[in-house]
């Protein structure tokens, strides 16, 4: 939309949305999907995981986790998951009810986010079906993967 900056060497996937005076500073990726919304502030180097919704007006100075709604103030917070996007996108309710798991295990529970990866990362042997895996796999990689910390 107008005023949106992508700095260099920024990549942004597929079906994303920058709303109005989206910053992007240098080396920062979005990832399929996202929605970054108005006047949002990205610091370099971070990632924004795929299907995020980020709301108007966040800085962010952290990796967005994917799936997540993550908004306001400069002490972000990652809201939970972005039930609506997801169902839109074609989210089964065992691929919700999965990744609603995976975030109440990292946000809501009280081990911290190494702790919370191995928990996730069990939860996905007890999964008879890969395709509800598969978004909880990504998740866990992503977290494991992450060079600046997490949004949580």
Do not use: W
């Given at each position: 939309m107008a005023?949106?900056?992508?700095?260099?060497d920024?990549h942004i996937?597929n079906?994303c949305?920058l709303?109005?005076a989206?910053?992007?500073?240098?080396h920062?990726?979005?990832?399929?999907?996202a929605?970054v919304g108005?006047?949002c502030?990205v610091?370099?180097?971070?990632r924004?995981?795929?299907?995020?919704y980020?709301g108007?007006?966040?800085?962010?100075?952290q990796?967005?986790?994917?799936?997540?709604?993550?908004?306001?103030?400069r002490?972000?917070?990652?809201?939970?998951?972005n039930?609506?996007?997801?169902?839109?996108?074609g989210f089964?309710?065992?691929?919700?009810?999965?990744?609603?798991h995976?975030?109440?295990?990292?946000?809501?529970?009280?081990l911290?986010p190494t702790?919370?990866l191995?928990?996730?990362?069990?939860t996905?042997?007890d999964s008879?079906?890969?395709?509800t895996?598969e978004p909880?796999?990504y998740?866990?990689d992503?977290i494991a993967?992450?060079?600046r910390g997490i949004?949580k």
């Amino acid at each position: 939309m107008a005023y949106t900056h992508i700095g260099h060497d920024s990549h942004i996937g597929n079906g994303c949305i920058l709303a109005n005076a989206a910053t992007l500073a240098g080396h920062v990726i979005v990832e399929d999907y996202a929605v970054v919304g108005a006047l949002c502030p990205v610091h370099q180097f971070c990632r924004i995981g795929k299907y995020a919704y980020i709301g108007g007006g966040t800085t962010i100075t952290q990796d967005v986790l994917p799936y997540s709604l993550t908004s306001i103030e400069r002490n972000n917070h990652a809201y939970g998951l972005n039930k609506v996007g997801l169902e839109r996108r074609g989210f089964t309710p065992a691929q919700l009810k999965a990744l609603r798991h995976a975030y109440r295990l990292l946000q809501a529970s009280k081990l911290n986010p190494t702790d919370a990866l191995a928990a996730i990362r069990a939860t996905l042997a007890d999964s008879p079906d890969p395709a509800t895996a598969e978004p909880v796999a990504y998740l866990a990689d992503f977290i494991a993967n992450s060079h600046r910390g997490i949004i949580k």
